[in-house]
């Protein structure tokens, strides 16, 4: 039988072994265990702080296309405003038309009527239909002054259907009658539409040439009291009244004489319309015994603007109402400047 040997020397190994449960004890085994700990949260913090910055370059590179596309779409879209601001402004420079010299000498005409209309109002010439020469006269004056008129025809004795008891009392002539009818109807015509003034014309005048701007210049110095005021009158003696607070350019009437060029506004068409319904004398001497009585306030310019022309070839369609040349005291009269211009075909009559 044989004897087994077993070696049980291990001495050497066993200190070897103990030497390694010495280098991983407790506390070692716990040190790297934390080391191991903060590497992984370390390794973790690093992903995400990648991770946040992925998201970050993913969104600003968002962001940035957005807004370059806004920017673009905005700078598309001004150019286009620009297209058509462009577009615009030629077709409104198409659609203006080019003024021709004609267009500028109707808009020049124009301009000055709507003056003339500001300053004189609606302006009334009475003109009886057979006197068509008379009306051609007048027609060429005030086209000349720019002056737009309206040409009323004047009463006669026979167009009269009816005739006031106070003028058959007195046994007016038909001429006379007719002259009240004409003013009457013209003074009827203000009030019907409300006019805040007007003048009325006969339609044997002249006119000074500088009309509308004389005017112009009076009407700041006439008293806000006026009924009329008279642009031409035959005033003489007591109805001869002084200049209005020391001005050149108002004189008071204490009565009015002739009607031959007045200006009118509402307040005295609407007197004259109620106090002269009942005619016993010619219009004007009727005006003068107003004013006389202080129930018709007057004024007129000074001097006078308009002229009554009447020549032996050209009498006065009413009887007994003098000759020759009465008032020709106008320093520019436009019937000499319209002959003058006529005489040298100046072609100031095209305006």
Not at 47 to 72: E, Q
Request: one cysteine or more; proline letters at 4%; charged letters at 25%.
């Amino acid at each position: 039988m044989h004897k087994i040997s077993v070696h049980t020397d291990y001495g050497g190994e066993s200190d070897k072994f103990s030497e390694s449960l010495h280098l991983y004890d407790s506390a070692t085994a716990s040190q790297s265990h934390r080391v191991r700990r903060k590497r992984g949260i370390a390794l973790a913090f690093l992903g995400l702080c990648g991770f946040a910055l992925f998201a970050l370059t993913i969104f600003n590179s968002t962001t940035m296309v957005t807004t370059l596309n806004t920017l673009r779409r905005e700078v598309q879209a001004q150019r286009q405003r620009w297209k058509d601001d462009l577009a615009s402004a030629d077709t409104r420079a198409a659609e203006i038309p080019v003024l021709t010299p004609e267009d500028t000498r109707r808009e020049r005409i124009r301009e000055a009527e709507e003056r003339s209309i500001a300053i004189l109002g609606h302006v009334y010439v009475i003109n009886l239909a057979k006197r068509t020469d008379r009306r051609d006269t007048m027609t060429n004056l005030f086209r000349l002054l720019d002056i737009p008129v309206e040409f009323l025809t004047a009463a006669t004795p026979a167009s009269i259907e009816f005739v006031p008891p106070s003028a058959e009392k007195v046994k007016m002539s038909g001429g006379q009658l007719a002259c009240w009818r004409s003013h009457m109807n013209a003074l009827q015509d203000i009030v019907r539409n409300d006019y805040p003034w007007a003048s009325i014309f006969e339609d044997d005048v002249d006119v000074e040439t500088d009309l509308v701007d004389r005017v112009a210049a009076s009407l700041p110095h006439i008293p806000a009291d006026w009924d009329m005021f008279y642009l031409g009158h035959c005033s003489t003696g007591k109805y001869f009244g002084p200049l209005v607070n020391g001005t050149e350019d108002v004189r008071i009437l204490n009565g009015a004489w002739c009607t031959h060029g007045y200006m009118v506004n509402q307040r005295g068409a609407r007197k004259l319309l109620k106090l002269l319904a009942q005619p016993y004398h010619a219009i004007d001497a009727m005006i003068a015994d107003l004013g006389e009585n202080h129930q018709l306030v007057t004024y007129a310019a000074n001097p006078s603007l308009v002229a009554q022309i009447r020549g032996d070839n050209d009498p006065s369609d009413i009887a007994n109402s003098g000759g020759g040349h009465l008032w020709e005291g106008l320093v520019n009269d436009t019937r000499k400047k319209l002959d003058g211009m006529i005489k040298h075909s100046d072609s100031k009559l095209l305006g």
